[in-house]
Antibody
Framework: EVQVVESGGGLVQPGGSLRLSCAAS????????MGWVRQAPGKGLEWISY????????LHADSVKGRFIISRDNAKNSLFLQMGSLRAEDTAVYYC????????????WGLGTLVTVSS | EIVLTQSPGTLSLSPGERATLSCRAS???????LAWYQQKPGQAPRLLIY???SRATGIPDRFSGSGSGTGFTLSISRLEPEDFAVYYC?????????FGPGTKVDIK
């Protein structure tokens, strides 16, 4: 069964950095684009980053552009999100999700990892 | 940037009733790029509908999607207890992904 599992969340001070990871299994990772979607406490879903299967093309939402960088290691079936200059408003559960180009949708999601930005 | 608006914000219904959720886009979008997700408390979102009207794998046929252009609808024909959740529409276009604010379907 397709699985994506996030890790790396935690408490970080404003202005700090954190690197999230997502381990993928039971599908050919390099054949799929991937994305990160976050959800602030009690709020809705916000897409933040996307990367193609080859890793050659990335997109970031304006809210994180210049602060967050998405990357992947296809040899290790892993997706990453390097987060910098963190702000209180970045506090959220961060979900890793597989993008299916055929259906144009995020078809598999992880359980998420919580990032808390606070002093 | 395409903005998605969902209505109503909250829908209070009883089990067995029909639910009709609306998603409106600020400009016309391709039906192939409109999806619906369900999220229950403490859980990750789950894909329900893609391409505006195609059910994802394992989704019961009481869920259906329709619409085109700027107006899309998610219908649940007869609400089951497990259907009470938040529903989000989402579109992809112009190198941007956008989610609507969600509609909460709760028990009346």
């Amino acid at each position: 069964e397709v699985q994506v599992v996030e890790s790396g969340g935690g408490l970080v001070q404003p202005g700090g950095s954190l690197r999230l990871s997502c381990a993928a299994s039971e599908f050919t990772f390099s054949h799929y684009s991937m994305g990160w979607v976050r959800q602030a406490p009690g709020k809705g879903l916000e897409w933040i980053s996307y990367i193609t299967g080859t890793g050659n093309n990335m997109l970031h939402a304006d809210s994180v552009k210049g602060r967050f960088i998405i990357s992947r290691d296809n040899a290790k079936n892993s997706l990453f999100l390097q987060m910098g200059s963190l702000r209180a408003e970045d506090t959220a559960v961060y979900y890793c999700a597989r993008w299916d180009g055929g259906s144009q949708s995020f078809d598999y999601w992880g359980l998420g990892t919580l990032v808390t930005v606070s002093s | 940037e395409i903005v998605l608006t969902q209505s109503p914000g909250t829908l209070s219904l009883s089990p067995g009733e029909r639910a009709t959720l609306s998603c409106r886009a600020s400009q016309s979008i391709s039906s192939s790029q409109l999806a619906w997700y369900q999220q229950k408390p403490g859980q990750a979102p789950r894909l329900l509908i893609y391409g505006a009207s195609s059910r994802a794998t394992g989704i019961p046929d009481r869920f259906s999607g329709s619409g085109s252009g700027t107006g899309f609808t998610l219908s649940i024909s007869r609400l089951e207890p497990e259907d009470f959740a938040v529903y989000y529409c989402q579109q992809y276009g112009n190198s941007q992904f956008t989610f609507g604010p969600g509609t909460k379907v709760d028990i009346k």
